[in-house]
């Protein structure tokens, strides 16, 4: 699955810890109800495990300074990669978890226009 971020002005982002572009996503399973289910993110270049940000790419046309934080459904938390949190009991059917992505600028050093990117595996347990 992709999510792509809007373009947003270095402007948006004028301090460390600043965010910007936070975009909506929505992971889709179908499932068997009954089953106690947990899910762990995974960053393998992150930049903080605990507050859920993405290390900045870096390369020719990358931005510099800025990485990608991982938010929870209503966009209140970060999520922390390496660590398992309970989604509940799954429903039968169709289940749709909301979660949210967005820049944050990881470094008081000045910042520079380009592209960002980052990966992030999920896993999901079932018991």
Not at 24 to 44: D, E, K, V
Not at 47 to 54: L, T
């Amino acid at each position: 699955m992709v999510v792509t971020l809007p373009s947003v002005s270095t402007t948006a982002l004028q301090t460390q810890g600043a965010s910007a572009g936070r975009t909506r996503f929505n992971i889709n399973l179908t499932c068997q109800s009954g089953t106690t289910t947990s899910i762990t993110f995974a960053a393998s270049n992150a930049f903080n495990n605990a507050s859920g940000i993405i290390a900045p790419t870096t390369g020719t046309g990358m931005a510099s300074n800025i990485g990608i934080q991982l938010l929870n459904g209503t966009a209140a938390a970060p999520v922390p990669f390496n660590a398992a949190q309970s989604l509940g009991t799954s429903p039968s059917g169709a289940w749709s978890l909301p979660y949210h992505v967005q820049y944050y600028r990881t470094s008081s050093s000045a910042i520079t226009a380009g592209n960002v990117t980052g990966t992030l595996t999920f896993t999901m347990t079932y018991q």
